[in-house]
Each structure stands twice: as structure tokens, then as C-alpha cells.
């Protein structure tokens, strides 16, 4: 350290012991398996997924990304248009249950794959989810930049998406975990879903984060 470089405080040190011991005590109670974030297009399961797996030390995986080269790298958009939504949602169920057999690792499902019930139930067995909670005005503005999601190619977007929001949470609900997904910074999502994974995995689940089930 130069002798310009201010010392690192104290507090720094110890929160960083903290947070190191955080995660250690994660991922032994994690065991073999997967974290799983579930929720709308837009609420953040790739993005936040992939720092959180940084920040774990444990493989990302994306079923959406898996699928596309699984079909030779076509895009989602390009396979329901091919194959129909039904087709997708096979394919889909398909490759999250063999992902699900890969160990401790990140995994971001599509938005609409813990609706189905069999892929629900081998999540539980399988992994730790956590519902990234958006609401209707924010998936909104997060995906309206991409044209990317062919369910939202319709003649009224917002409402859509509300409909789905609607549709789908009772299912979302159902997960361990939720964290709110608003506009702040990626790492703070992150932060928040560390908390919520130590307190479900390594203590007396904090009222705040647990859902009751
Ligand atoms: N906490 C956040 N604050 C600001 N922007 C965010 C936040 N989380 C995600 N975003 C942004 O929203 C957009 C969509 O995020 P992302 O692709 O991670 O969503 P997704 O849940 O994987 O969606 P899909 O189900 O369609 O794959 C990205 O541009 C991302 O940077
Ligand atoms: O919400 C959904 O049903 C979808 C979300 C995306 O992740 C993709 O899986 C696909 O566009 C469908
Ligand atoms: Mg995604």
C-alpha cells in the first residue's frame, strides 16, 4: 500500500469477514443444490443471477440462453414462431429439469416456467428459489428497449404484462424467498438476496424475507 492510499477502516475489514463468512456458511448448507430465481421478463433473473453466482463462486447458467443453443442457436422469438408456444414450454420444462441435476449452481429460468407444476415441484426438491418481485410499470419500462420477449408482441404491451403479472403470481408466491426488484443498483439486489439466502439456509428465517407457505 502506497503511503497515499488511506487505510481501510476498521469496519470495512470486519464486514467484509462478515459477508466472506456469509458466504461460506451458504454454500455448505446449499449443498448440491441449485439457487433458483424465478419471476416477470425484466425482473432481473439473468442480470442479478449472474453477479449473484460471481459472488457465490458457483456456476451461472441462463434456460433461456441453454435452449437457443440447444436449438442450434436459434433465438426464443425464432422458436415460438417456428414451434409454437406449447413446443417451447416443453423444451423449457425439459432443460431446467436436467440443469437441475448439475449441482450447486445460479440457475435464471424464463418467466413463464414455474407456472408449470412439475417444473415447480422439482425445483423444490432440487434447489432454493427466489422470486424477483417486479411490478407491472417496471418490467414495463425494462423491457420495452428490446423486442425480444413474443409474448409482449401485442397490440397493448402494459396490458399484457399486467395480465400476466395477475395470472402468475399466485405461482411466483410459492417460491422460498422474495426480494423486491425496483431500480437500484444491480449489486444492492444481490446484497439483499445473500441476506435472505443466510437466513433461510443458516438461521430462523427473518420475517422479511421468508415467505410463509
Ligand atoms: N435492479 C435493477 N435495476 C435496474 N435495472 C435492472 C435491475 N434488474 C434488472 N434490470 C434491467 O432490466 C433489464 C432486464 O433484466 P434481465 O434480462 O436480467 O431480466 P430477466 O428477468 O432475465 O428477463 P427474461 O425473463 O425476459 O429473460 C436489463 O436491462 C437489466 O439491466
Ligand atoms: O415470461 C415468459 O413466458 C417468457 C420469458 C422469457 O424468459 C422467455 O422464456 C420467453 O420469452 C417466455
Ligand atoms: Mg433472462
Known amino acids: 500500500m502506497s503511503p497515499d492510499e488511506p487505510a481501510e477502516m476498521p469496519e470495512n475489514l470486519a464486514r467484509q469477514g462478515v459477508i466472506q463468512n456469509q458466504t461460506a456458511d451458504i ?5 448440491t443444490r441449485a439457487i433458483v430465481l424465478v419471476g416477470m421478463m425484466g ?3 439473468s442480470t442479478v443471477g449472474r453477479r449473484l453466482a460471481a459472488r457465490l463462486r458457483l456456476p451461472f ?3 433461456d440462453q441453454e435452449i437457443e443453443t440447444r436449438h442450434g442457436g436459434m433465438t426464443i422469438t425464432e422458436i415460438f414462431a417456428t414451434h409454437g408456444e406449447p413446443y417451447f414450454r416443453e423444451g423449457e420444462a425439459k432443460v431446467i ?3 437441475l441435476d448439475g449441482g450447486a449452481q445460479v440457475l435464471a429460468t424464463g418467466g413463464g416456467a414455474f407456472v408449470r ?4 415441484e422439482r425445483i423444490r426438491s432440487k434447489a432454493v ?3 424477483l418481485k417486479a411490478d407491472g410499470a417496471t418490467v414495463l ?3 420495452k428497449r428490446r423486442s425480444d420477449r413474443p409474448l409482449l408482441q401485442t397490440e397493448d404491451p402494459a396490458a399484457t404484462i399486467e395480465r400476466l403479472i395477475a395470472a402468475r403470481e399466485p405461482f411466483y408466491s410459492l417460491a422460498d424467498l422474495t426480494i423486491v426488484s425496483r431500480d437500484v443498483p444491480h449489486e444492492r439486489i444481490v ?8 437466513g433461510f439456509l443458516c438461521a430462523a428465517a427473518p420475517v422479511a424475507f421468508a415467505n410463509k407457505t
Open 191 to 198: 446484497d439483499e438476496c445473500i441476506e435472505a439466502l443466510h
Open 129 to 131: 428459489s427466489i422470486w
Open 97 to 99: 429439469s436436467a440443469l
Open 117 to 120: 407444476d412439475d417444473t415447480r
Open 141 to 143: 419500462r425494462r423491457v
Open 27 to 31: 454454500l455448505a448448507a446449499l449443498g
Open 61 to 63: 447458467v441462463d434456460a
Open 43 to 45: 425482473s432481473g433473473k
